[in-house]
């Protein structure tokens, strides 16, 4: 740990993974290679995102679904209602996210370990029972996004996927800047001194309330920017498809396959996590007979225990050896 | 107006005192290895299923396969301790929070798959019907699962107190380390705890099988509430999971009968955050 430098290795590395993701688009033929790879950017940023809070802060939320459902309404409602672009709705869903996470963050803010984990998931069942209900966005009968013409301005693009892609990526890559630099600042290091002991961190002078909610707040706003991308993307949203426990948890899981506490993890963890998920899906998942779901149960189990600290640390002790 | 009232006392007293049979399974676990199994939700739904086919395949009442019900999940408990939970307790707490999500969705998937999503009923239950107390209407099989969940709970709790694996259950809760210099097996004493807590919630099952709607998912929201109750009542207390389940049910019954039943659980949750913001330790903690 400590004050990043890049090393040239490192920093020719990342430019030829971006050429080659950049090229990626032009390489595969049909749409669900497109589809797959959004969904591992989109998972990757959510995962980013709850790191801040969980990987380096220790506070493990299992409720990001209420951000990111929250980002996704707050877009579509301004856009169904009052015809507001999509750009600033997104902005207007993380701001929305950050105040509903200062909101939670007053309550949780002395809460460690399970309570916290209880608290933020009794958070988002209320914000789901909420949404279910609250006839204006819908109720549970949810959002459809009105068809516009395909355009940047516009945040929709109806003959290829591949706009969605380059602006998934760009918000990865804006993620992972937040967390960078989160880290290697002066609050990174009060966060983690706050993991590592939250009562000595108290005694030393570090105002634990305040980074916490701080960090719970950065978390909300990004994780509220990916709801608004996927709401973009999908075209229409119900409570059931963004607000449910199922994706809180899918969140963590990305953070800690790929390694909890280090700005890469999440998204080495999305690479490896979401192709499993969504090819199980696609090719089990059509009878409802929940096989693919009993996988994805498996794979959860097995990651907790062969591979609890995740593959960024098992990649870096391999790394090491080689040097 | 007051006899309606009475009457929603009533529902919640009946529905509250199986959440706390439901909770204190999982505070036992909780309180003795500090493992929160976000699976016990599903071991109740596993229980409702075993005491369904108990019904079905051998025309066994739920009231007679109560016993069946304990054993089963008993084992089931052991067995998820011994293979899954006890492999992650040396690693980080995350896994340790993530593993049991895993559990959780493998046996709610699995239920789907042997069994279909469909909705079942045990038809002709031996208890049934309604008694009318003055203007109360006291459903009997809802009253026999709750005096069952009060009476089981002080079987454990007497369990806890009086017996020497009671007391030696207590003492890794309050300090392991010190448990195992006096001499106290506590890797036993955990997959003792993981059973005894499964084994509670299987009962909670059979009980309420005889009068609740049996599908795959009905897991789901009872683990959500009684994780609700045990950070309520207090980190391992039994009491405090007791007092706590009985709130939660006047909460849920009184709040959906003068604010909105479709809010009824919002409101437990936001009883919750309220209860932990004042008192972060929880009620009896």
Redesign the interface.
């Not at chain 2, 690693?91 to 593993?99: M, N, R």
């Not at chain 2, 999500?101 to 798959?113: E, K, P, Q, T, Y």
């Given at each position: 740990m400590g004050v990043r430098t890049f090393t040239k290795r490192q920093v020719s590395v990342s430019a030829a993974v971006l050429v080659l993701l950049a090229l990626y688009p032009l390489a595969v033929r049909g749409s669900f290679p497109m589809h797959l790879m959004i969904m591992v950017f989109l998972f990757a940023m959510l995962g980013v995102s709850w790191n801040i809070m969980g990987g380096y802060a220790g506070m493990f939320s299992f409720g990001q679904a209420a951000f990111f459902g929250i980002g996704a309404y707050t877009s579509s409602f301004l856009l169904t209602a009052y015809h507001v672009n999509p750009w600033i709705g997104l902005l207007a869903g993380g701001v929305v996210a950050a105040l509903a996470a200062a909101l939670i963050g007053i309550p949780c803010s002395n809460l460690r370990g399970h309570y916290f984990a209880i608290a933020s998931i009794a958070f988002a069942e209320i914000v789901r029972i909420h949404f279910n209900n609250w006839k204006l966005i819908g109720a549970a009968e949810g959002l459809t996004i009105p068809m516009q013409d395909e355009s940047l301005r516009n945040f929709m693009f109806h003959s290829s996927k591949a706009p969605y892609y380059y602006i998934m990526l760009g918000f990865l890559i804006l993620s992972l800047g937040v967390c960078s630099w989160v880290t290697t600042s002066r609050m990174g290091f009060y966060l983690r001194a706050i993991k590592e002991g939250h009562d000595v961190a108290k005694v030393l002078g570090i105002d634990v309330v305040r980074y916490r909610m701080a960090a719970i707040m950065i978390s909300a706003f990004l994780t509220a920017m990916a709801g608004t991308f996927y709401a973009q993307y999908i075209l229409y949203l119900d409570p059931e498809s963004v607000l449910i426990l199922p994706i809180s948890v899918q969140i963590v899981l990305v953070a800690m396959l790929g390694g909890a506490g280090s700005v890469m993890g999440p998204v080495i963890g999305a690479a490896i996590l979401l192709p499993i998920s969504e090819v199980t899906r696609v090719k089990l998942g059509f009878k409802g007979s929940g096989l693919d779901m009993i996988i994805y149960g498996t794979l959860i189990m097995l990651i907790s225990v062969y591979q609890p600290q995740g593959v960024w640390g098992f990649l870096q002790k391999i790394g090491r050896k080689k040097r | 107006m007051a006899d309606q009232l009475l009457q929603q006392i009533v529902n919640s007293l009946l529905i509250g005192s199986v959440y706390a049979l439901v909770a204190i399974g999982l505070t036992l676990i909780?309180g003795v290895m500090?493992v929160?199994n976000f699976a016990h939700g599903d071991f109740l739904m596993l229980g409702m299923f075993t005491a369904f086919w108990c019904y079905t395949l051998f025309k066994m009442d739920p009231l007679f396969s109560i016993p069946v019900c304990a054993a089963v999940l008993f084992l089931l408990g052991v067995g998820i301790y011994r293979f899954?939970v006890s492999?992650?307790m040396k690693?980080?707490?995350?896994?340790?929070?993530?593993?049991t999500?895993?559990?959780?969705?493998?046996?709610?998937?699995?239920?789907?798959?042997l069994w279909t999503?469909d909705f079942r009923l045990i038809e002709k239950p031996l208890l049934s019907g309604t008694w009318s107390l003055g203007s109360v209407q006291l459903s009997i099989p809802k009253f026999a699962a709750s005096v069952g969940s009060v009476l089981v709970s002080a079987a454990v709790f007497f369990f806890l107190k009086r017996t020497r694996t009671g007391k030696a259950i207590l003492a890794v809760e309050m300090n392991r380390d010190a448990a195992l210099l006096m001499g106290i097996n506590t890797e036993r004493i955990n997959s003792l705890s993981f059973g005894i807590g499964s084994a509670l919630v299987g009962i909670a099952g059979a009980f309420l099988s005889m009068y609740y709607y049996i599908h795959?998912q009905v897991g789901?929201l009872f683990g959500?509430i009684s994780?609700?109750i045990v950070?309520l009542g207090g980190f391992g207390s039994i009491e405090g999971a007791f007092i706590a389940g009985i709130l939660i049910g006047l909460v849920q019954t009184l709040g959906g009968y003068f604010f909105?039943p479709?809010?009824k659980?919002?409101l437990v949750?936001?009883v919750?955050?309220?209860t932990?913001?004042i008192r972060?330790q929880g009620l009896m903690g």
């Open positions: - | 909780w500090n929160l899954i492999k992650v690693g980080p707490g995350l896994a340790q929070l993530v593993v999500f895993g559990v959780s969705i493998f046996l709610a998937n699995l239920a789907v798959m999503p795959p789901g959500l994780f609700c950070a909105d479709a809010y659980y919002a949750f936001l919750y955050l309220i932990v913001w972060p």
